[in-house]
């Protein structure tokens, strides 16, 4: 123990002598920013650097690592969520502020200003739920929250394989401030292990901070949960799994081979491109244990959409995968960790003006009409709440347009947007349609396609 903590204090002792140096290029490449973070080693710092720029919306179209003795060089090509260099010296000053600072890495709450931001940590209580998925069940959830006068202000939502995570930051009704009182926050999680039919509730008094932050601690619960070791029970039907996911989706490609000569273990990743896939990939690796010595990322538009990554690695022990058991674990939660964030259902915005239990009126709508909740992100900013959901019906096919026609009626005066289908990567020029009525334009969806259609839905 002794040892351990001489070499933890080694280990601070080199990175205050030698700090990093990060350089901001907007000149050396003609569609990216350029930037190349030198950094003494330490495992996660890779996953803390993308962290940084994931908090700020930034996409990650190329990336090269290398770890070179105690020294890791990353670099990144980023662009806007436009596809543009960034301009905005505010923006470029905070990029360099948090990845020189060690401070501003393991902070865990973003210091930018983000959309829809949390509660300062103080003002909110965090709860994280795990178990088993089932229709209805975050109505169910958020209604208990209610019935306790609890307010979500911030919330993430995933499910994959029959499993749910979730993360709420909540508050008093009353004082709009944490609840610290330990015998309320029993009843909460009495209640909701009630909900969970004892499946692993766990209340905690300590927010997670952004929505990259309640991002990392999902994958960390769904991996603790297991979801990713249940895929698969071997046999015929495995080896047809191991190709498609349920919805008949090509599953992403993931290889692990030896790299005997230099005692590494090489994963390379091949899929479809979207955002934050380089961050989820990365939550995997570094919650399995893996180091990442050395890494190409190749993820830019016009490459068929299709993303590269391919990794080094080595257990946090010096050792490559050493057993087939190994190497498939960490297949599989290579292709959970990207499936998770790739919804398949139909994408809901829903607006309206924030109160107590306006989340379980909506969730309730939802679990009235058989929609099932695949993803949620709820939000709060000055007064208003700002949800997106991705649905799908109890069975987990597309929903039809009857149903949205009765979920919008049932809503009332709540804005809802209806997106596009989820998984689609194409983003056209919505149509906007305003009424002061029922919705009837969705009733044409049944013989359509959802992709592409707004549908802005309020009362004068």
Known sequence: MVAEEDDDEYAKLVRRMNPPRVVIDNDSCDNATVIRVDRVKKHGILLEAVQVLVDLNLVITKAYISADGNWFMHVFNVTDQDGSKLQNKE????????????????????????????????????????????PGLLSEVCAVLASLSCNIVKAEVWTHERRAAAVFQITDEITGLAIRDAGRLSRVQELLRTVMHGDGTCVDGVPVGGAARAERR???????????????????????????????????????????????????????????????????????????????????????????????????????????????????????????????????????????????????????????????????????AEDTFYVSDAYGNPVDGRTMDAVGEQLGDVVLRVKKRGGGSSSHDAKTVAEGGAVSVLGSLIKGSFQGLRLIRSYS
Not at 94 to 115: F, G, M, N, R, V
Not at 250 to 267: G, H, L, S
């Open 91 to 134: 923006v470029i000053d905070h990029i360099q502020k948090c990845l020189e600072s060690e401070d501003c890495l393991a902070s865990p709450a973003a210091t930018w200003p983000t959309y829809g931001a949390a509660p300062a940590e103080d003002q909110s209580t965090c709860i994280e739920l795990t178990g088993t998925d089932r």
């Open 218 to 384: 999902l994958h960390q619960l769904m991996l603790d949960d297991g979801g990713a070791a249940r895929g698969g029970a071997g046999g015929e039907e495995d080896a047809v799994a191991g190709e498609y996911d349920r919805c008949g989706r090509a599953r992403p490609k993931v290889v692990v081979m030896d790299c005997t000569e230099r005692q590494y273990t090489i994963v390379i990743l091949r899929c479809r491109d979207r955002p934050k896939l380089l961050f989820d990939t990365l939550c995997a690796l570094c919650d399995l244990h893996y180091v990442v010595f050395h890494g190409t990322v190749d993820a830019e538009r016009g490459s068929k959409e299709d993303a590269y990554q391919e990794y080094y690695v080595r257990h946090v022990n010096g050792h490559p995968v050493r057993s087939d058991t190994e190497r498939l674990r960490l297949v599989r939660c290579l292709e959970a960790a990207v499936e998770r964030r790739a919804s398949d259902g139909l994408e809901l915005e829903v607006r309206t003006e924030d109160r107590v239990g306006v989340l379980s009126e909506i969730t309730r709508v939802f679990r009235e009409n058989s929609l099932s909740i695949i993803r949620a992100a709820i939000a709060t900013r000055d007064g208003t």
